[in-house]
């Protein structure tokens, strides 16, 4: 099994259509009991570099989750985040706005929620929500308070294109890596998935009859996306296009992705000065002698 992380990331500037990308590929395994192998492998290497991260203390990660309905998001993050420590990992789902939220800007929520250093922060939905479900949806914009003159404006997506690239690249310069995935599901495998939704009554819950009515909107949603993807990856916060119709393949290959941007952050674990080591040594001695 070889999983190169960059057959699935945007390059900068290139420009995006999703047709054109597989929504499925080729099985990276043979079999169930492979790719249960090969995903302890990944959680296993995944602790270690988390342990790693939380040590050294100079970098954070913040992980973006974004897709259509039943693409996989929250299966992904609790198989490939299953063998992280919970102190050091922190996951935030965004859904509709507070009327505290909708009194400030679009960036507002989510900049509070930002990992700190030595932390992995996930984003399940996130500010991209603000270029793609307030696009399709344009009534969401008057909600937010907006000048009008603003929301009638040609330029506000690049507008907001421009603030999300802007904030990204502070965070890079402060020491946070972003790695953003968008799960990338046909829309036959969502029709199969919400009918096993309606289908099985331990899975109901998961099901809204709003699923059906975005559904509608699959076309607006593809170019939205498209339109994202292309103005808003780049070297610092890059975008990763992960096929989705087969869960194995898609946990395999975001954890993989991950690992891969953790091993090339220099961190090490702190090395203690003259004085500590002097400490340790003494601490050390003290607890050998019998009766202490």
């Not at 063998?83 to 800007?105: I, M, R, T, W």
Request: contains cysteine.
């Amino acid at each position: 099994m070889k999983i190169d992380p960059q057959d699935y990331r945007v390059k900068e500037g290139k420009v995006i259509d999703l047709k054109k990308w597989p929504t499925q590929i080729k099985p990276l395994c043979e079999a169930k009991e492979d790719y249960l192998k090969a995903q302890t492998k990944h959680v296993e290497r995944l602790s270690e570099k988390q342990s790693l991260l939380y040590a050294d203390n100079h970098y954070s990660i913040l992980l973006i989750f974004q897709a259509m309905d039943a693409a996989g998001k929250d299966g992904a993050i609790k198989h490939v985040m299953s063998g992280v420590n919970p102190q050091g990992c922190q996951v935030f789902s965004y859904k509709h706005p507070s009327a505290l939220e909708l009194q400030h800007d679009f960036l507002w929520r989510t900049t509070r929620d930002l990992p700190e250093r030595g932390k992995i922060g996930i984003f399940n939905r996130s500010y991209y929500e603000e270029v793609l479900i307030a696009r399709v949806h344009p009534e969401i914009l008057k909600a937010e308070q907006i000048p009008n003159d603003l929301i009638g404006g040609k330029n506000i997506w690049q507008e907001r294109y421009k603030s999300i690239v802007n904030l990204e690249n502070h965070l890079y310069r402060n020491g946070t890596r972003i790695i953003k995935f968008f799960l990338h599901l046909s829309k036959e495998e969502q029709r199969k998935r919400f009918l096993k939704r309606l289908e099985k009554v331990d899975k109901n819950w998961k099901f809204s009859i709003d699923d059906i009515k975005e559904r509608a909107y699959w076309k607006e949603y593809r170019k939205a996306y498209e339109a994202c993807l292309t103005a808003t990856s780049t070297t610092t916060a890059p975008w990763y296009i992960v096929p989705a119709d087969h869960k194995p393949d898609t946990r395999l290959i975001i954890s993989e992705i991950i690992l891969d941007t953790m091993e090339k952050l220099k961190m090490s674990y702190p090395k203690p000065d003259k004085a500590h080591r002097e400490e340790l040594e003494e601490a050390l001695r003290t607890l050998k002698k019998k009766g202490e």
